[in-house]
């Protein structure tokens, strides 16, 4: 692969590629034996390749495109602008309640797509519905658009008829809330770079990406996950099962009482709740999610 080489130093590939399902979604392809991910993004309406290998405790890259078009966005997908140290002392903290595995291991960054609003839409897609069928409606806006397997952009989204995004993409009631997403997108209607402003409130942020109809608390808190925001622990069906199991002795208990549990980590608190009901995926107990 001709273009851009470089490392990035003390980031633990395995750690960020299995932090949540995205590394099972087009255009990423993760290879658990070399250890290694791949994907595709579009720098100026041009397909390049990325792919990202464990090297010396951290991640080597090798891109077809040049250093200045891969670089930001290696650094966006790997989460490099997170700020841990606080969260790693807290958990060092609470090494007792089994939280020292994440200083020790400095966990705690989030697989992100090339683009917010790649991980917006693979967020809708994720909606009411099995992980099969996310996966297969991801894999057909990638084949419809057919540009060397990157993610299809806002303006071509936003051209496609909702009928075809029903018939052919499988996307059920979502079509017409992501066709006008795509469509405010490519208009500029909707500034998705406001989403991204670290000064905007938690609250704020997560009214904004509730207002975009199709986006309910599960999105909102989801795509505050993506963003680096871990105020809100985002529950849903199955991380309630898996806390009941590891902290409750196995019994159904209510969010606030959950919400209770992790409080301590403050802002960090989605973080370590998520890393703790995550936790056997990095140790090889369990089958990778999902």
């Not at 290998?53 to 495109?65: D, E, F, I, L, M």
């Not at 790997?78 to 060092?92: K, Q, V, Y």
């Not at 079509?175 to 938690?202: H, I, K, M, Q, S």
Request: include cysteine; charge should be positive; proline fraction near 5%.
């Amino acid at each position: 692969m001709s273009g851009a080489r470089f490392d990035v130093p003390g980031v633990d590939l395995d750690l960020v590629a299995r932090s949540h399902g995205w590394y099972d979604l087009p255009p990423f392809e993760w290879d658990e034996s070399r250890r290694t991910l791949s994907f595709v993004f579009l720098a100026d309406g041009t397909p390049e390749r990325v792919a990202l290998s464990a090297r010396n405790g951290g991640v080597r890259v090798a891109a077809t495109a040049p250093v200045r078009l891969a670089r930001p966005v290696v650094a966006r997908v790997l989460d490099l602008g997170s700020e841990l140290g606080p969260f790693h002392a807290l958990c060092a903290e609470r090494r007792g309640e089994g939280f020292g595995w994440i200083a020790d291991r400095r966990a705690g960054r989030v697989l992100r797509a090339p683009t917010l609003f790649e991980d917006a839409v693979k967020v809708l897609c994720t909606t009411n519905c099995s992980w099969a069928l996310t996966r297969s409606m991801v894999t057909r806006m990638v084949a419809a658009f057919g540009r060397g397997g990157a993610f299809p952009d806002a303006a071509f989204l936003a051209a496609l008829p909702e009928q075809r995004l029903r018939d052919e993409l499988k996307l059920g009631y979502r079509a017409p809330f992501l066709r006008e997403f795509a469509t405010r997108v490519a208009g500029g209607a909707l500034d998705l770079a406001a989403w991204e402003n670290a000064a905007l409130p938690d609250d704020e942020l997560a009214a904004r990406i509730r207002a975009e109809k199709g986006f309910g608390p599960y999105a909102a808190e989801t795509l505050l996950r993506l963003l680096g925001r871990h105020g809100r622990l985002g529950l849903d069906s199955w991380s309630r099962k898996q806390v009941a199991r590891l902290r409750f002795r196995g019994r159904a208990v209510k969010d606030v009482r959950v919400a209770r549990f992790y409080a301590p980590f403050g802002r960090y608190a989605g973080l370590a709740f998520w890393l703790d009901v995550t936790r056997d995926w990095h140790e090889g107990r369990e089958s990778l999610w999902p």
